[in-house]
């Protein structure tokens, strides 16, 4: 576990020859943002993600979106992930299982996550529409995919009901976030991993 007296911390570099990305993410903080991707509907939700589970995010990426999103977008949700994994270290003393049900207007999601170390992605989400602006809403999946392999995840993402792709995406990246701050949340007087094997 990677912590200071500020927090619990992650802090990654990725270059690639489609992206470059750095990305520094505090679990303890109280959901101070700053993230720009290049992508600007990912910018939004990343940004939502943070203050919904207060966790303090700092994003720069830039990236070949000249021919699309998706490589940016996917790096985005590995190193995320991947700072997830520095954060938590050997993830002794967390809820370890969260929970959130977010409502947006018309629109219910649900996200329930397994801070397990054994990546897994349920999506349930149809989204009807293509694009949200400029947005390809298929890179979604791919970026909960990336985040859930990277950051040891099982994540489970379902929609109850709705039809706004906008609304839709919203309520996930909000759950999102509030499930995964209850499974980072520490345990009174608990310093091992919640598992009966003794880790994870």
Not at 42 to 60: E, P, R
Not at 96 to 103: E, F, I, Q
């Amino acid at each position: 576990m990677s912590e200071t007296e500020n927090g619990r911390y992650g802090s990654i570099a990725r270059r690639t020859t489609e992206t470059d990305v750095e990305l520094e993410l505090n679990l303890d903080g109280t959901g101070k943002a700053s993230v720009v991707s290049g992508v600007g509907f990912l910018d939004h939700m990343l940004t939502l993600f943070a203050v919904h589970g207060f966790f303090d995010l700092s994003l720069t990426a830039s990236g070949d979106i000249n021919v699309d999103d998706h490589h940016s977008v996917e790096d985005v949700g590995i190193c995320l992930g991947q700072a997830f994994g520095a954060a938590l270290g050997d993830k002794g003393g967390i809820r370890r299982y969260g929970m959130s049900l977010v409502p947006m207007d018309e629109t219910l999601v649900r996200v329930v996550v397994d801070v397990s170390n054994r990546p897994f992605l349920h999506y349930q989400v149809p989204i009807i529409d293509q694009k949200v602006g400029t947005f390809d809403t298929s890179l979604v999946k791919e970026f909960l995919r990336a985040l859930a392999q990277h950051g040891g995840l099982t994540l489970h993402v379902d929609m109850m009901h709705g039809d706004n792709a906008h609304h839709l995406i919203e309520a996930v990246f909000k759950a999102l976030g509030r499930a995964l701050n209850e499974a980072t949340s520490r345990l009174a007087g608990v310093s091992a991993a919640v598992s009966s094997k003794g880790c994870l």
